[in-house]
C-alpha cells in the first residue's frame, strides 16, 4: 500500500467558524497562528480563548488520541498543560472534510496564559528562569513516566534516536562549511554517544519544549515557566533527549551557553535525579538536536523558500553549534558532574592508584613528571584529566589523527560487532587495507606483514633479512632505539648503552649517529653526510676482514629518541649502496615519523630520496589501536618461506585492519599531510624567532611536525641545559601543556604532537615557551 501524503489543512475562516458553531457551539472571532504542517487558531469566544488544531491528513487518528490523553494526564497532576475541549458529542477528536474530500481532524483545546519564552530576550534570561526551567521540565517527564500509550510508539523524524539518519540523508543541503560543522558533531555522536544510548532509560516524551512551546508568566513571576503547549512530536524515546531538546533551544542566543546548560541540569537533577550516563550524552544529544534542526530547515527553505516559519530558529541554531564546537564534551561533562553536587572523578584517587602500580605493575613502569596525571580522556590534540582539565598534547606521536577521532573509533566499534578472528579465514578487510596501505609505498615494495607492535614488526624485519642475507651481522645507529623484545633492545643503543644495559652484542656494530648539531661533522652538508657515512663504510670493512657478513643496517628515517635529529641530506643514499654492495639489506625503521608526520612525503625516508629493502611501521598506524605492519620486496618475503609457517594470532585481524583503513582514509579526506608540512613551517618559524630572543635555545631542526628543540648553556660550548630543560617541561605542565625530552642529555625538547594539531596551538605553545625561557634567565 502506497503511503499516505499529506495534506496541509487551510480552511477559510468562514469554514472553521461553521465547524465549531456546529460541534462545539463556539463561536466568535479567530485569528490564524502559524503552524509548520498544521492548521492553528487561536478562537476569542464568550470571554474565553481557545486553540483550534486541524491536523494534516496524513495525521493519525491514534496518535492524536495519545496527544490528549498526555495531557490529561499531565492535568492530573497538577501540570500546566492545554486540556482538549469535548465536542457535542462528548469527543476531544472531530473529523472534518474538505472540498476534495480529504479528511482533516479538528480539536479544541483551552487556552493557556503567558509569554512564549522565545519573545523574552536572551540578554533578560537569568539563573532564575533556568532554575524554573529545569525543574519545569523534572515534573514533565515526572509525570509522563507512568504515561503510556500505542500512539506514542511510532517512526518519528523528530526523535532524537532517528537524528543521526536524519541528518545523514539531508546534509547535502547544507553548504559545505555547514557540513563540516554538522559532521564533526555527528561523527562524535556515532562514535561516543550511540554505544551508550541502550543504558539510557526511555518513556514517552514531549518531544518538543522548544522556545515557543514553552510559556512565561507575563505578570508576577517574569522568569518562571507556567505552561507546555504543542504535543504532537510526542514519541516513546530516551527521557533524556526531553531534556536534551529543551536545552537546545534554550541556550540559543545566549553568549555562555554552558553556564545556561549547568543552570538548567542542575535545577533539572535536583528534582529527577540523571544518571551518569544521561549527564554524560546530553552534551552530545544537545548538538544533535541542533544538528537536526538546521538540516530539516535547510531542506524545507528549499522546498518552500517563502515560509519564513521555516527560518525560525536556523539562525541561532547555527550560532550555537558553533559555539558548541569551541567546548569539549567530557569537559562539559565535568562541570554537569561538578553543578549536580556530585563527584567529578568517580574513580581511583591517583595515589591510590600509583601505590597499586608499584607494587603489582611492576617498579620499572615509570610516570610522566613530578606530580603524574591521571588522564582519562582525549580528543583532537588534547588529553583530559580527571576533573576535566584540558592539557595539549605535544608528544603523543601515537595518536595520529587526534586521540579518540571518531571516524577510527567508528570503525573499530561496527567491526568489533560483526567479527574479529585471525587471518586462517578469508577477509575483505586484510586484503583492502594491504593494497590501500602498499599503495602509499614506492612500487618495489610490494608484500605487507601485519603484526601487533613496532617491536614486532622490527623483529619480524631482522628475521627476514637473515634469511635473505644468511648473514649474521647487524649495524645500528648509535642513540637509535627499535624496541623492546629482546632482538630490539640488542638493536638499540640506547637501551644497552644506558642504565641496566649489557653493552652491544657480538653481532651488533655501531655506527656514528649523523647529528649535523651535536656530531663530529657539523651542518646539513654533502661533506658531513659523506663523512658519516664514512663510519659505515668502515664498519663494513671491519666486518668483512672478520670474515661475517652483514644481515642488515637499520635506522630510524629521522631520529626520535637519539635527539628528534634530521640526517644530512644524501647521508642514507649513501649508506644503503655501501650496505648492498656489502650484501646487507637496508631496513626503514618508521614506526615514530610515518604516515605524513614530515609534510612534504608519506614516509620519511623518502626526504632521504631512497627506497629501504624492508619498512617497519607502527604507532601511529592504528592511531592508538595495537597493530603494525612490515612492508618489504617480493624476493625478501619469497626468501622467507623456508619451510616454517609464520602465523601471527592478531596481526591482520579484520577489526585491526578497519581501524588502519580508517586512519588512512583520515589522513587523505583531512590533507593531513599538507597540514603537517604547514602548521610544522609555521611552527618552526615561529620557534626559530624566540632562538633569536634567548639564548638557551641552541638549535631548532625538524620536518613538518617532527621538531627538536635543544637547549644548551653556552651556544659556543653546546653544554646541555639538561636541569633547565626539566625545568621548563614542569613548567609547560602548569600551563596544561605536555611536553618531554630527548637526546642523551635529556635537554631536547621532543615535539610529536597529533596531527589535529593547529597553528592556533602553536601560537599557545610559543607564549607559554616565552614565558617558561624568561623565568629560566
Not at 120 to 144: D, K, R, V, Y
Request: net charge negative; proline share 4%.
Amino acid at each position: 500500500m502506497s503511503e499516505q501524503v499529506a495534506v496541509t489543512p487551510s480552511f477559510a475562516e468562514g469554514e472553521i467558524l461553521t465547524f465549531l458553531s456546529q460541534h462545539y457551539h463556539l463561536s466568535g472571532a479567530i485569528k490564524a497562528l502559524p503552524g509548520y504542517c498544521d492548521q492553528n487558531i487561536l478562537l476569542n469566544a464568550n470571554n474565553e480563548q481557545y486553540i483550534v488544531k486541524v491536523a494534516n491528513s496524513a495525521e493519525s487518528k491514534t496518535e492524536l488520541i495519545m496527544q490528549n490523553a498526555a495531557m490529561v494526564h499531565l492535568s492530573d497532576k497538577q501540570l500546566s498543560v492545554p486540556q482538549p475541549i469535548e465536542n457535542n458529542k462528548r469527543q476531544t477528536i472531530t473529523e472534518i472534510t474538505d472540498e476534495q474530500d480529504n479528511i482533516f481532524y479538528l480539536r479544541v483545546l483551552s487556552f493557556l496564559p503567558g509569554n512564549f519564552y522565545a519573545d523574552a530576550a536572551p540578554a533578560t534570561h537569568n539563573a532564575e528562569l533556568w532554575q524554573s526551567l529545569g525543574q519545569f521540565m523534572a515534573q514533565i517527564n515526572q509525570g509522563l513516566h507512568d504515561f503510556n500509550h500505542a500512539g506514542a510508539h511510532r517512526y518519528l523524524e523528530w526523535d532524537l534516536a532517528q537524528g543521526y539518519s536524519v541528518c545523514i540523508e539531508k546534509k547535502s543541503h547544507l553548504t559545505n562549511e555547514q557540513q563540516a560543522l554538522v559532521e564533526s558533531f555527528l561523527n562524535d555522536y556515532q562514535a561516543c554517544t550511540l554505544p551508550l544510548l541502550a543504558k539510557c532509560p526511555k518513556a514517552v516524551i514531549h518531544n518538543d519544549a522548544n522556545d515557543y512551546n514553552l510559556l512565561i508568566d507575563d505578570t508576577e513571576q517574569p522568569n518562571h515557566i507556567t505552561g507546555l503547549i504543542d504535543f504532537g512530536d510526542m514519541v516513546y524515546s530516551h527521557i533524556i533527549n526531553d531534556l536534551a531538546i529543551t536545552c537546545a533551544y534554550a541556550l540559543m542566543g545566549q553568549d555562555n551557553p554552558i553556564d545556561s546548560l549547568k543552570g538548567i541540569v542542575a535545577s533539572y537533577h535536583k528534582h529527577s535525579s540523571l544518571s551518569d550516563i544521561e549527564l554524560e550524552v546530553l552534551y552530545s544529544l544537545i548538538a544533535l538536536r541542533l544538528c537536526v534542526s538546521v538540516c530539516n530547515s535547510a531542506q524545507a527553505i528549499k522546498a518552500n523558500p517563502d515560509n519564513e516559519y521555516l527560518l525560525v530558529s536556523a539562525k541561532p541554531a547555527w550560532r550555537l553549534l558553533s559555539q558548541l564546537k569551541d567546548h569539549n564534551s567530557f569537559s562539559v561533562y565535568c562541570q554537569l558532574r561538578e553543578a549536580c553536587g556530585l563527584a567529578v572523578d568517580p574513580g581511583q584517587s591517583k595515589s591510590g592508584i600509583t601505590q597499586y602500580r608499584k607494587k603489582h605493575l611492576g617498579k620499572t613502569l615509570s610516570l610522566s613528571y613530578q606530580q603524574p596525571l591521571k588522564i582519562v580522556r582525549g580528543q583532537g590534540a588534547y588529553l583530559f584529566d580527571e576533573h576535566g582539565k584540558r592539557y595539549l598534547d605535544m608528544v603523543n606521536n601515537v595518536c595520529h589523527v587526534g586521540h579518540c577521532h571518531p571516524k577510527v573509533v567508528a570503525a573499530g566499534q561496527q567491526q568489533m560487532a560483526k567479527l574479529n578472528t585471525n587471518t586462517r579465514y578469508l577477509h575483505d578487510n586484510i586484503v583492502n587495507y594491504a593494497d590501500k596501505l602498499l599503495a602509499t609505498m614506492p612500487d618495489e615494495l610490494s608484500v605487507c606483514m601485519l603484526v601487533n607492535s613496532g617491536s614486532e614488526a622490527n623483529e619480524l624485519a631482522f628475521r627476514l633479512a637473515k634469511n635473505y642475507t644468511q648473514g649474521t651481522e647487524l649495524l645500528v645507529v648509535d642513540g637509535a632505539y627499535h624496541g623492546n623484545t629482546n632482538a630490539c633492545i640488542e638493536a638499540s643503543p640506547y637501551k644497552f648503552d644506558g642504565p641496566g644495559g649489557a653493552g652491544a652484542a657480538h653481532y651488533v656494530h655501531k655506527v656514528e649517529l649523523p647529528d649535523p648539531y651535536r656530531g663530529a661533522y657539523q651542518g646539513n652538508t654533502p661533506a658531513s653526510a659523506m663523512s658519516y657515512a664514512d663510519s659505515v663504510a668502515t664498519t663494513l670493512s671491519a666486518i668483512e676482514k672478520g670474515n661475517k657478513k652483514p644481515s642488515a643496517f637499520i635506522c630510524e628515517s629521522l631520529q626520535g629518541v637519539a635527539g628528534q635529529i634530521i640526517m644530512p641530506d644524501g647521508y642514507l643514499q649513501q649508506v644503503y649502496k655501501q650496505v648492498r654492495s656489502a650484501g646487507g639489506v637496508c631496513i626503514a625503521d618508521e614506526v615514530q615519523v610515518g604516515f605524513g608526520r614530515v609534510g612534504t612525503h608519506m614516509w620519511a625516508f623518502e626526504t632521504q630520496q631512497v627506497v629501504p629493502d624492508i619498512v617497519t611501521l607502527g604507532k601511529p598506524i592504528g592511531n592508538g589501536h595495537p597493530m603494525a605492519a612490515v612492508i618489504t620486496t617480493q624476493a625478501i618475503a619469497d626468501a622467507f618461506v623456508n619451510g616454517m609457517e609464520y602465523f601471527n594470532t592478531f596481526g591482520g585481524n579484520p577489526v585491526s585492519c578497519a581501524i588502519g583503513n580508517a586512519v588512512l582514509e583520515v589522513i587523505e579526506q583531512e590533507n593531513l599531510q599538507q597540514h603537517a608540512l604547514e602548521t610544522g613551517e609555521y611552527f618552526m618559524a615561529q620557534l626559530r624567532e624566540v632562538q633569536q630572543e634567548f639564548d638557551l635555545i641552541g638549535d631548532v631542526r625538524g620536518l613538518g611536525l617532527f621538531i627538536g628543540v635543544e637547549l644548551v648553556e653556552d651556544r659556543v660550548t653546546k653544554e646541555p641545559a639538561t636541569d633547565k630543560t626539566s625545568e621548563l617541561v614542569e613548567f609547560f605542565k602548569k600551563h596544561q601543556i605536555l611536553l618531554s625530552t630527548e637526546g642523551r642529555y635529556y635537554n631536547i625538547l621532543k615535539i610529536k604532537p597529533p596531527l589535529a594539531f593547529s597553528k592556533e596551538n602553536a601560537d599557545q605553545f610559543i607564549k607559554v615557551l616565552r614565558m617558561g625561557l624568561q623565568g629560566l634567565r
